[in-house]
């Protein structure tokens, strides 16, 4: 607009576009602002490298946040602040690569940068995305001591971190500390709670703090019944999803991908069939976009059931959704089963998967409907024939070997931090530790410049 109106942007303009383009997660636009910015003879300030590594943490790039913490400290002499510091932080943590975060953190301090209550935040979900809970309780006592006072966020990132470490007792003490503190619990800590306790298989408790949350006046939201749905997926509950799905369609929230595809694995694995393929074609009508591991599963239960023919025909919805890009493994498995062969038209060219576009997380076509196999050391064993599905195999083992089994997604190996991480932290605050050489990205080759930004680098 500005630019149509002959007036020039000036840098606020330009730093807005940046910010904008990360909340969007475009970050090779960000990037081109930024190449912009040059090309007209502007000077990015720091408001402009902040955007930018704040934009590379939403995208889960690190080494762009390090690029541009380079090109604002080498290249233009400009001091971070502590926005620039959390946002690196927040940025590792993103990557799950907490030794990074950590010596940030160092760094910061060395910097003579105070810590804020951001800063410890950002800290704590570190430590959840690496399942390290006795790391982030030292960090509690860290914040504390640097006199710092936690919020309701903080106490709510410290309970997802005691779900995600599968501790439900020291979760509902942190909930207690809040009451106690005179912090109230909003939707985010019950929604927390909720989904810490499903994971644990304790769906009568689940649904205990839906009610808990209704009579604090708080009403759940769409989160609050995916989490619980997805809980009894995990808890192969059929009966109990649909009554969430009933409880959340008198809420009037209309449910979304999350929603369906956990109800529709629940029924998978609950043994209501009819049920799921039901709702499953219903969630494609709405053009939704289920888990990857959703139709691949349905597929092994139409085989298990032997009904190959309807087996093909989800098969054949699948390709169709993700523009033929499906997982191989799926199509062998068809193939081993009775010789069936997959309709051409669900084919690729050149007989692999396509590339096919990606969808966003807001739903729609493009993503591949089928993922590789959550436990990938079942695929691909011995014996006859393709992927070790020998055509007398039994069943159960041949979908096990495709992958196609029925099971939680996975989110593969955890990066597991170094273990002094954890006792260096517990060490008494204002102790000696080793001074941090700079703010650097470990890569697999060392410690080092990721080089410069933007498009014209090649990035």
């Given at each position: 607009?500005?630019?149509?109106?002959?007036?020039?942007?000036?840098?606020?303009?330009?730093?807005?576009?940046?910010?904008?383009?990360?909340?969007?997660?475009?970050?090779?636009?960000?990037?081109?602002?930024?190449?912009?910015i040059?090309?007209?003879?502007?000077?990015?300030?720091k408001?402009?490298?902040?955007?930018?590594?704040?934009?590379?943490?939403?995208a889960?790039?690190?080494?762009?946040a390090?690029?541009?913490?380079?090109?604002?400290?080498?290249?233009?002499g400009?001091v971070?602040?502590?926005?620039?510091?959390?946002?690196?932080?927040?940025?590792s943590?993103?990557?799950?690569?907490?030794?990074?975060?950590?010596?940030?953190?160092?760094?910061?301090?060395?910097?003579?940068?105070?810590?804020?209550?951001?800063?410890?935040?950002?800290?704590?979900?570190?430590?959840?995305?690496v399942?390290?809970?006795?790391?982030?309780?030292?960090?509690?006592?860290?914040?504390?001591?640097?006199?710092?006072?936690?919020?309701?966020?903080?106490?709510?990132?410290?309970?997802?971190?005691?779900?995600?470490?599968?501790?439900?007792?020291?979760?509902?003490?942190?909930?207690?500390e809040?009451k106690?503190?005179?912090?109230?619990?909003?939707?985010?800590?019950?929604?927390?709670?909720?989904?810490?306790?499903?994971?644990?298989?304790?769906?009568?408790?689940?649904?205990?703090?839906?009610?808990?949350?209704?009579?604090?006046g708080?009403?759940?939201?769409?989160?609050?019944?995916?989490?619980?749905?997805?809980?009894?997926?995990k808890?192969?509950?059929?009966p109990?999803?649909?009554?969430?799905?009933?409880?959340?369609?008198?809420?009037?929230?209309?449910?979304?991908?999350?929603t369906?595809?956990?109800?529709?694995?629940?029924?998978?694995r609950g043994?209501?069939?009819?049920?799921?393929?039901?709702l499953?074609?219903?969630m494609?009508?709405?053009?939704?976009?289920?888990?990857e591991?959703?139709?691949?599963?349905?597929?092994?239960?139409?085989v298990?059931?032997?009904?190959?023919?309807?087996?093909v025909?989800?098969?054949?919805?699948?390709?169709?959704?993700?523009?033929?890009?499906?997982?191989?493994?799926?199509?062998?498995?068809?193939?081993?089963?009775?010789?069936?062969?997959?309709?051409?038209?669900?084919?690729?060219?050149?007989?692999?998967?396509?590339?096919?576009?990606?969808?966003?997380?807001?739903?729609?076509?493009?993503?591949?409907?089928?993922?590789?196999?959550?436990?990938?050391r079942?695929?691909?064993?011995?014996?006859?024939?393709?992927?070790?599905?020998?055509?007398?195999?039994?069943?159960?083992?041949?979908?096990?070997?495709?992958?196609?089994?029925?099971?939680?997604?996975?989110?593969?190996?955890?990066?597991?931090?170094?273990?002094?991480?954890?006792?260096?932290y517990?060490?008494?605050?204002?102790?000696?530790?080793?001074?941090?050489?700079?703010?650097?990205?470990?890569?697999?080759?060392?410690?080092?410049?990721y080089g410069?930004?933007?498009?014209?680098?090649?990035?």
């Amino acid at each position: 607009m500005m630019k149509r109106d002959g007036t020039p942007p000036d840098i606020f303009a330009y730093n807005a576009l940046i910010d904008g383009c990360g909340r969007a997660k475009m970050i090779q636009r960000a990037f081109t602002v930024y190449d912009e910015i040059l090309a007209v003879g502007l000077t990015p300030d720091k408001v402009t490298f902040n955007a930018l590594i704040s934009a590379s943490g939403r995208a889960r790039d690190l080494p762009r946040a390090f690029r541009a913490f380079e090109a604002m400290t080498r290249t233009h002499g400009l001091v971070p602040d502590r926005h620039t510091y959390n946002s690196l932080i927040d940025a590792s943590g993103k990557a799950e690569n907490i030794k990074q975060a950590f010596e940030v953190y160092d760094q910061m301090r060395e910097a003579g940068v105070k810590p804020c209550a951001v800063t410890y935040n950002a800290l704590l979900d570190a430590c959840g995305r690496v399942r390290q809970l006795e790391l982030a309780y030292n960090l509690m006592r860290r914040m504390r001591a640097d006199g710092i006072k936690p919020d309701g966020y903080t106490l709510n990132t410290l309970i997802a971190v005691c779900g995600r470490c599968g501790d439900v007792a020291r979760a509902f003490s942190v909930l207690d500390e809040m009451k106690a503190a005179g912090v109230r619990p909003d939707e985010v800590t019950y929604n927390t709670l909720i989904d810490a306790v499903g994971k644990s298989g304790m769906l009568d408790r689940a649904w205990e703090l839906v009610a808990e949350m209704k009579a604090a006046g708080l009403k759940p939201t769409r989160i609050t019944f995916n989490s619980f749905a997805c809980a009894c997926a995990k808890a192969r509950d059929a009966p109990r999803a649909l009554d969430a799905y009933g409880a959340m369609k008198e809420a009037r929230l209309a449910p979304d991908a999350v929603t369906y595809s956990a109800i529709v694995d629940a029924c998978l694995r609950g043994g209501q069939m009819p049920r799921a393929v039901e709702l499953y074609d219903e969630m494609m009508s709405l053009n939704l976009e289920p888990w990857e591991s959703l139709g691949a599963n349905l597929v092994a239960a139409h085989v298990a059931a032997g009904e190959t023919a309807r087996a093909v025909a989800v098969f054949g919805r699948m390709s169709m959704a993700a523009r033929g890009r499906v997982d191989e493994r799926v199509r062998s498995f068809l193939t081993s089963v009775r010789g069936v062969e997959p309709p051409a038209a669900t084919r690729a060219p050149g007989g692999g998967a396509g590339r096919g576009p990606q969808a966003s997380n807001g739903g729609g076509h493009g993503r591949p409907a089928v993922r590789r196999p959550a436990n990938r050391r079942s695929g691909g064993g011995g014996g006859a024939g393709r992927n070790g599905l020998g055509a007398g195999a039994p069943m159960a083992g041949r979908t096990a070997a495709a992958g196609l089994t029925f099971g939680p997604r996975s989110r593969g190996p955890l990066v597991a931090p170094p273990t002094p991480l954890v006792a260096r932290y517990a060490a008494p605050i204002g102790s000696s530790s080793t001074k941090p050489s700079g703010v650097r990205a470990a890569t697999s080759t060392g410690t080092g410049s990721y080089g410069p930004i933007g498009r014209k680098s090649g990035v």
